[in-house]
């Protein structure tokens, strides 16, 4: 196989029906289809709808993916595809899809993790990946902290939230503030009016005690709780609610754990460098945060750009392109969709 191998990649673990191609480090093109409008009435994704339209936007989109790239499918070196973990009906789509392609064209698939994916996208941005690197995965359905020595086959999870995950906790104070789903860019935007230090809303898992059982942990659901209170008592007392200072004061508490303790497991664990990447690592006050608390502990930040945060096939090409150049063996062809799979297991 070549150094540059041409890799097509498919994600569908949620909303996003996501196609991207990458030859070697380079990202020749980043093809999405997003179900989330017809999600936004429910204020969240529905897993029957959001495999419907995986189904009809998965051949389209990989035509247009191969169009805008120039690229025949005969020329691919390989498929890579999200096995997991994701919604069970949408990954099986994506997860059918890249079989029949694998299939067809001869070529062999690679089955990954989605979590690994959202670390490994950074390549095709800020090239190879420093081994180890620090990864803060921050997604509507993770948070995790992870050791990551090789992201082709060694991740270790560090700590993780054992509640609602950072995305999800934006999109719950979003729906309480009256913003649309998903809320974390509505957040971002109104955010930028308000005063995050106008109220000292709780920062889960940083007390003492807490400390000593989830150093790497997270918990967003106390937050959230506390955001609901406030709002309540301000409506009970028939006084408007400054929803910028409530967004701005709530997003502080999340990107203020956020980045205390990913720069604390940098410190403890002789990393220098920390990458950022899911969807919530899109969010503008996270990135300063970061950027400042790295900057005053020597440690090198890595962000993608906002486009390949959130979900998309580029990450999934990318991941797939270094299995390949790393000799990393392929996936058999009954390959499952897993909808659990946990981080550990960056191939399956
Ligand atoms: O990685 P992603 O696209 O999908 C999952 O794998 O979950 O992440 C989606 C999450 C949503 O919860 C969304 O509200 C959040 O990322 N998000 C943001 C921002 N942009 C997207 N959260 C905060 N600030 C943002 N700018
Ligand atoms: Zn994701």
């Known amino acids: ?63 247009r993916a191969c169009r805008d790239a120039g690229v025949r499918l005969e020329d691919l070196d390989a498929i890579s595809v999200t096995a997991g973990p994701g919604l069970a009906g949408a990954l099986l789509v994506g997860v059918a899809a890249a079989k029949a392609l694998a299939v067809g064209l001869g070529v062999p698939i690679y089955g990954v993790n989605h979590l690994a994916a959202h670390v490994a996208v950074d390549i095709v941005e800020h090239g190879p990946l420093p081994e180890p690197t620090m990864g803060l995965l921050v997604s509507g359905g993770h948070s995790n902290l992870l050791l990551v020595p090789d992201v082709t086959h060694d991740i270790r999870s560090l700590g993780s939230t054992i509640d609602d995950a950072a995305g999800e906790a934006f999109d719950k104070v979003a729906r309480l503030l009256g913003l649309p789903f998903p809320g974390g860019p509505h957040v971002d935007r109104v955010a930028r009016e308000g005063d995050r230090v106008a109220i000292d809303f709780p920062r889960g898992l ?19 709780t506390a955001v609901a209170r406030w709002v309540q008592a301000r ?73 390949l945060c959130t ?26 969709a897993d909808s659990s799979q946990p981080v550990e297991q960056v191939s399956s």
């Open 311 to 336: 979900d998309n096939g580029a990450m999934v090409a990318a991941l797939g392109a270094q299995m390949v150049s790393k000799g990393r063996q392929a996936s058999r062809l009954d390959l499952p």
């Open 235 to 307: 409506e009970a007392a028939g006084e408007p609610v400054p929803v910028a200072d409530v967004a701005a004061s709530f997003q502080e508490a999340v990107v203020d754990v956020l980045t205390r303790k990913a720069v604390a497991a940098c410190r403890e664990h002789g990393v220098d460098d920390l990458l950022i990447g899911g969807g919530v690592a899109a969010n503008s006050r996270l990135r300063a945060l970061a950027q400042e608390r790295c900057d005053a502990h020597g440690i090198r930040l890595r962000v993608p750009r906002p486009g």
């Open 206 to 224: 940083t007390s003492g005690r807490d400390l000593e059982r989830h150093r790497f942990d997270y918990s967003f659901s106390g937050l959230k």
């Open 1 to 63: 196989m070549s150094e540059q191998p041409l890799v097509l990649g498919i994600e569908t673990s949620c909303d996003e029906t996501g196609v991207g191609i990458v030859r070697g480090q380079t990202l020749l093109v980043d093809a999405v289809a997003s179900s989330v409008d017809e999600h936004a009435r429910f204020g969240g994704v529905v897993p029957e709808v959001a495999s419907r339209a995986h189904l009809e936007a998965m051949v389209p989109t990989v035509e």
